[in-house]
T-cell receptor, first 111, second 114 residues
Framework: GENVEQHPSTLSVQEGDSAVIKCTYS??????FPWYKQELGKRPQLIID?????GEKKDQRIAVTLNKTAKHFSLHITETQPEDSAVYFC??????????FGAGTRLTVKP | KAGVTQTPRYLIKTRGQQVTLSCSPI?????VSWYQQTPGQGLQFLFE???????NKGNFPGRFSGRQFSNSRSEMNVSTLELGDSALYLC?????????????FGPGTRLTVL
């Protein structure tokens, strides 16, 4: 089936540093790429998304970049804070509403 | 506006039994997708329903089935439960169910198979 590869699987940064998580996808027809944050014991929540007609999108300390030619997209978190600690999932939309997720990245921000 | 709700929140079953999980989408949302989340496999897509029809299906055996009612509420059924079916089952709803629509997740049903 269609795959979304995500790395790293774990990431530990110092408070105030930046964190970058990368994902690659296989279907060139995919045109919607959301990122979800899941805190321990809670449901995944959308934090930012990007559509294929855009190369970069920013929302305060969070940004996502998309390279359609290379079929990869990345999440950038700047000035990280301890409350950013969570598991982050990337996803790519296939075939209408078939959303395929990456395996997740466990981000730990150390105070 | 109420969020996505799922019932029950926790469930314990034994091997060989069957289980039915329920998901109520956000009012006005017509698409419901189901996911299985396990520590080892992450979030895996089960299937998506839109207007009472299954539109997309992931790579799960036929023991996993679902349906959607006219009010957009959806149920997922797993028959002949196996130990490996223990997982958090999440549903997500979106407004139109076409491309590029944000999915809102429910709190999940944690299924334990003994």
């Amino acid at each position: 089936g269609e795959n979304v590869e995500q790395h790293p699987s774990t990431l530990s940064v110092q408070e105030g540093d930046s964190a970058v998580i990368k994902c690659t996808y296989s279907d060139s027809a995919s045109n919607y790429f959301p990122w979800y944050k899941q805190e321990l014991g809670k449901r995944p929540q959308l934090i930012i998304d990007i559509r294929s007609n855009v190369g970069e999108k920013k929302d305060q300390r969070i940004a996502v970049t998309l390279n359609k030619t290379a079929k990869h997209f990345s999440l950038h978190i700047t000035e990280t804070q301890p409350e950013d600690s969570a598991v982050y999932f990337c996803a790519a939309l296939y075939n209408n509403n078939d959303m395929r997720f990456g395996a997740g990245t466990r981000l730990t921000v150390k105070p | 506006k109420a969020g996505v709700t799922q019932t029950p929140r926790y469930l314990i079953k034994t091997r060989g039994q069957q289980v039915t999980l329920s998901c109520s989408p956000i009012s006005g949302h017509r698409s419901v997708s189901w996911y299985q989340q396990t520590p080892g496999q992450g979030l895996q897509f089960l299937f998506e329903y839109f207007s009472e029809t299954q539109r997309n299906k992931g790579n799960f055996p036929g023991r996993f089935s679902g349906r959607q009612f006219s009010n957009s509420r959806s149920e997922m059924n797993v028959s002949t439960l196996e130990l490996g079916d223990s997982a958090l089952y999440l549903c997500a709803s979106s407004r139109v169910g076409g491309v590029q629509n944000e999915q809102f997740f429910g709190p999940g049903t944690r299924l334990t198979v003994l």
